[in-house]
């Protein structure tokens, strides 16, 4: 069951370019893209505050201008938002140390750090619990994935202390692997050092372990997922559409699909797997959409097709067009017959005339 930890702060890490996401990042952090219905950390925002959190502090660098316009000063949420932002990019220790100049938190007191890119459906405040009852320095969240190879792995002793962190290795010693939401005693924060790049994955953590300091894996098997890929980012927003994770920030029910105000969807169109539509979108009578993530704008004409795929802002899909495992950048078009697959991603503002890319020889 989960309960919560009041008077509990955090810092937010959202200071990544989002590269693996372009286009749809070259105008909008990863964070702030639509999923689901709602910006990303809208997700992250609502669920930590459902166990307790109240304050969070936002570690800002690429585009950080861009955060308070949406969230404010969090009163919306329920919370209180700070933003601290690096000038230059401080690594991912040198961006907790940086924000938690931002804290209020007293030495002793634990600090949950999240990453602005992750999807959890694990119990945070039995995380905080177990690590105040161990009286640790740090308490990783562990998850277990199929294919460790692409992660770096997180080996844990019998008392659940962590013996080391191991880069990408092609023979992993566990499945288990760092699931990027950490929580802190606030004093092992200010040992880091100011001003600097540091990485917590490569220097902070390794070297805790190394001077015999208690840094605790928590495991747990329940919903995790990075976004940083655009597959990820579709399914992140599918699973979040049919209810696969829960989300207080959800704008609607869970169902086959998602409509946000103003969206006009055709009841002689085919929208379901968790598509979410945006605002004022359109999806006309015999498109067929699947499992997609539509930003506001955005227009599915006609017998278009599209399957797993992101529409960026405005982004057109014309009659008979067939769009899958694909990224569309905002405004751009898709003139008709066009096919578009396996993660072909077209930049903003593009106009694609019609028959101008094929995957398949007929027309």
């Known amino acids: 069951m989960e309960t919560s930890v009041p008077g509990l702060e955090a810092i937010l890490l959202v200071g990544g370019q989002g590269t693996r996401l372009r286009p749809l990042t070259l105008g909008t952090p990863k964070p702030l893209l639509p999923t689901a219905g709602v910006p990303f950390l809208a997700h992250q925002l ?3 505050r459902s166990f307790g959190v109240r304050r969070i502090v936002f570690a800002t660098s690429y585009k950080a201008a861009m955060f308070e316009p949406v969230f404010g000063d969090g009163a919306e949420f329920g919370l209180s938002l700070e933003y601290m932002t690096e000038e230059t990019p401080l690594g991912t220790g040198g961006a907790i140390r940086n924000a938690a100049e931002g804290l209020t938190a007293a030495p002793g007191d634990p600090v949950l750090v999240l990453n602005g890119d992750i999807l959890s459906g694990h119990d945070i405040g039995d995380q905080v619990r177990t690590h105040l009852a161990r009286n640790a320095a740090v308490t990783l969240h562990l998850t277990e994935v199929e294919d460790p190879t692409r992660f770096g792995c997180v080996p844990t002793d019998g008392d659940g202390r962590v013996t080391a962190f191991l880069e990408k290795t092609p023979n992993p010693v566990t499945n288990r692997i760092n699931a990027g939401c950490y929580v802190f005693t606030r004093s092992v924060i ?7 790049v540091v990485s ?21 098997r329940t919903y995790w997922l990075d976004v940083g890929t655009p597959a990820a980012f579709v399914q992140g927003s599918r699973d979040l559409v049919l ?3 829960g989300s207080p920030a ?12 103003g969206a006009d969807v055709s009841p002689e169109a085919k929208v379901n797997n968790g598509t979410a539509v945006g605002a004022r979108a359109v999806v006309e009578a015999g498109a067929v959409v699947s499992g997609s993530v539509l930003s506001d704008e955005c227009v599915v004409e006609a017998g278009a097709t599209v399957v797993d795929s992101v529409l960026g802002r405005g982004a057109r899909i014309c009659s008979g067009a067939v769009v899958r495992d694909a990224v569309i950048g905002d405004g751009a078009v898709v003139g008709p017959g066009n096919e578009l697959r ?11 005339p019609e028959c101008a890319v094929r995957w398949s020889s007929d027309v």
């Open 200 to 220: 917590v994955e490569r220097e902070t953590f390794p070297g805790l372990i190394e001077s015999g300091e208690l840094v605790l894996g928590y495991p747990d």
């Open 46 to 48: 609502a669920r930590a």
């Open 243 to 245: 209810g696969r994770l």
């Open 342 to 352: 396996a993660g072909v991603r077209v930049w903003p503002g593009v106009r694609l």
């Open 250 to 261: 959800l704008p609607g029910p869970t169902g086959e699909h998602l409509a946000l105000d």
């Open 190 to 196: 200010d040992r880091i050092p100011r001003d600097e």
